[in-house]
């Protein structure tokens, strides 16, 4: 037993290890997205153009709350995610050629190029996104109920921002939900901000998985963005859904490290905020806490580095070689059959 | 010879049929919305599900549109073929997101990867002075939104032909049923709400309309209780020596243009009448089809009758004078012919 798990029995150091692949993977996705999302948009800021044109919301510093859950999850269990996805689709193990060929535009991408960023689509993965706030959650109510019907202990998870919690969509599933005892699964990632306005002028009660009396539900707070509460937080909302125990709200206090999207002057926040959310990076916390365990040293850590970044890379040069679609290929996939 | 009596069933009985029938053949078919269990829908379309299928696979739902046709959506999204009620069309606008954004847009923004096999079916139409909000038909609403296919049959028969190929389709297909058309004890007693339905389970495409009746003289374009009203109205032009050809366009879409172009082509002049507003809705549209591709097949300018771009009001006197009828139809044929 490793030192770690000495101190904290419940939890997989090879878990934790997995954790730590996906949030360097993520963030080092954001990191390149960045740089290819102002590609053609300086001197002159101009979101229509480079290889990346449109909105793009990023995750930096968001990864836990993907990272914590997923490690739970099969390929079976079914997950929807919101306008700022990338996090939650390279842990749920979306094809990340595919992905970014679709943030490109490309043919090859997942949605050939009639998606986008917001609008990712993976059935292989059982992932999806979207650009309303809120609306992934009817959607993983669905496949709850789907799972159920077909007798398996299969569960689905909606993440969304803590400014969905106020949307009628969260409050019709979540009734629905907890009156047909399915298993679902709600992670609030509050990153303080629905895009300008901060959570304690929007939002009516201090954290929303106090709502979760409200339906009769399990509630649970993952306070300080913390990569391995949120892990125990999730099991155990995962073992009560697969077990029939129905849904949970999960909230997690998350950092939004860049702006609402990219091109985001942020006016509205301290120009201190950031610095201070950035020295308490997620990231850099589970690769001590790693270290500490002495389950692994620096140069396999680096390794692991090593890898995710390759795979990255491998990503975004897949998509920058793709062709992109024909322009009358804009008239086709209206109806699937 | 024929001695047997013709089956026959009412609008809703047809349409629950199909239900069932499909129900028996896919165990991924399932019923959800409000008041359709024990009540069997409030205007009859799930008549007998509950007895039969059991709560397992016929839902009542809190009133939370959004949560269950999302959920639909989601559960159409893993293989399973839901039915959704939304109650009257007019309810649409607390959930117009999930149909419109969603359920319309996720096949194509997924590339074809993502197939939602669901039906929203949803009960349309004014007549009986339920005012404003419980009266619209909506057909344009829906049928101008790329992604689902929209329907609105007008028989018994073709009520349970459809309901089979909308379960069956692939695509999100929307089926509209008329309230007055569903042969309901405590509505209007209408001789078109009950008809021919053979018990064995059968299909009408989702994309061809049907004529209802061949004429010469001039082509009348109808859906729902339109059609009905076009044919009254073509019976009485008959006995002025008229007549009418009158076409069911049945699907809003896919719009079958062949059909309308063709009868055009025969009959050189064309009414459509519709139970939607005037503006921006189907009776625009096929004057438009017609004019691009058959513009020099008319012998006199287009007329359209609809809903003159007014809320529905509730008063009889009031809602009669707005909604199209026979004899707004007799009318306006005879002064089309009067001015060629």
């Known amino acids: ?337 | 010879m024929e001695t047997a009596k013709k089956r026959m069933l009412t609008g809703n009985k047809a349409m629950a049929e199909a239900i069932a029938q499909e129900m028996e053949n896919d165990k991924n078919v399932f019923v959800l919305g409000e008041d359709i269990g024990k009540y069997g829908g409030i205007f009859g379309s799930t008549q007998g599900l509950m007895e039969k299928f059991g709560p397992e696979r016929v839902l009542d739902t809190p009133i939370s549109e959004t949560a269950f046709i999302g959920a639909a959506i989601g559960a159409a999204a893993e293989g399973m073929r839901p039915i959704a009620e939304l109650m009257f069309v007019d309810f649409f606008g607390v959930c117009m997101d999930q149909i419109y954004n969603h359920m319309a847009k996720i096949p194509y923004m997924s590339g074809g990867n993502v197939r939602l096999p669901m039906v929203l079916m949803t009960s349309v139409g004014g007549g009986y002075s339920d005012a404003a909000q419980h009266s619209q038909t909506l057909y344009a609403t829906f049928a101008h939104m790329p992604g689902m296919k929209v329907v609105a049959p007008s028989t018994p028969y073709d009520l349970k032909g459809m309901m089979t190929s909308a379960i069956r389709d692939d695509n999100p297909v929307v089926f509209m049923f008329h309230k007055s058309l569903q042969g309901l004890g405590w509505m209007d007693q209408l001789d078109y709400a009950v008809g021919h339905v053979p018990e064995e389970s059968y299909t009408v495409p989702l994309d061809k309309a049907n004529v209802m009746r061949e004429g010469k003289d001039v082509t009348i374009v109808g859906i729902q209780m339109m059609t009905h009203h076009a044919m009254e109205a073509a019976e009485r032009l008959s006995q002025d020596g008229i007549e009418a050809e009158v076409i069911d366009l049945r699907s809003l879409a896919p719009i079958d243009k062949d059909t309308i172009i063709n009868s055009v082509k025969k009959t050189h002049r064309l009414v459509v009448v519709d139970e939607d507003y005037r503006s921006y809705g189907m009776t625009a549209e096929i004057a438009a089809i017609v004019s691009e591709e058959a513009l020099y097949e008319l012998e006199s300018p287009i007329k359209r009758l609809a809903i003159p771009d007014v809320p529905i009001p509730y008063s009889h006197m009031l809602e009669d004078f707005v909604l199209p009828g026979p004899d707004k139809i007799v009318e306006t044929v005879k002064q089309m012919m009067d001015e060629a």
């Open chain 1, 1 to 337: 037993m490793t030192k770690f798990e000495e101190k904290q029995p419940s939890v997989s150091v090879d878990k934790l290890m997995w954790m730590y692949e996906q949030m360097v993977k993520i963030r080092y996705y954001e990191d390149q997205m960045v740089e290819a999302y102002t590609e053609g948009k300086s001197p002159v800021f101009n979101i229509g153009e480079g290889p990346v044109p449109g909105e793009m919301h990023l995750a930096t510093g968001q990864e836990p709350a993907a990272a914590g859950m997923m490690v739970h999850l099969t390929k079976d269990d079914t997950v929807t995610a919101p306008h700022r996805p990338h996090h939650h689709a390279i842990a749920k193990g979306v094809d990340l050629k595919k992905m970014t060929a679709e943030i490109f535009g490309k043919e090859t991408g997942l949605g050939k190029g009639k998606g986008g960023h917001m609008h990712l689509f993976d059935p292989q993965a059982k992932f999806s996104c979207g650009g309303i706030v809120a609306a992934g959650i009817p959607h993983a109510v669905g496949a709850a109920m789907a799972n159920k019907m077909k007798g398996k202990d299969w569960v689905a998870v909606a993440f969304i921002g803590e400014g969905a919690a106020n949307a009628g969509a969260f409050h019709e599933s979540l009734n629905l939900a907890a009156l047909w005892n399915l298993p679902l699964i709600v992670v609030v990632e509050d990153n303080s901000y629905g895009i300008s306005v901060p959570k304690k002028s929007s939002t009516s009660i201090e954290s929303n998985d106090l709502r979760a009396s409200a339906y009769g539900v399990a509630g649970a707070y993952v306070k300080d963005n913390d990569p391995v509460a949120m892990y125990k937080a999730s099991e155990e909302a995962v073992n009560r859904a697969r077990n029939g125990q129905g849904p949970t709200i999960i909230e997690i206090e998350t950092f939004r490290f860049l702006g609402h999207f990219q091109g985001d002057p942020e006016l509205y926040r301290d120009k201190e905020e950031v610095p201070g959310l950035r020295a308490r990076d997620p990231i850099m916390k589970l690769r001590q806490q790693l270290l500490d365990a002495e389950h692994v040293n620096e140069k396999e850590l680096e390794e692991i580095e090593t890898r995710a970044k390759q795979q990255v890379d491998e990503a975004y040069q897949f998509a920058r070689d793709s062709d992109y679609p024909k322009p009358e290929a804009a008239l086709d996939d209206v109806f699937t059959s």
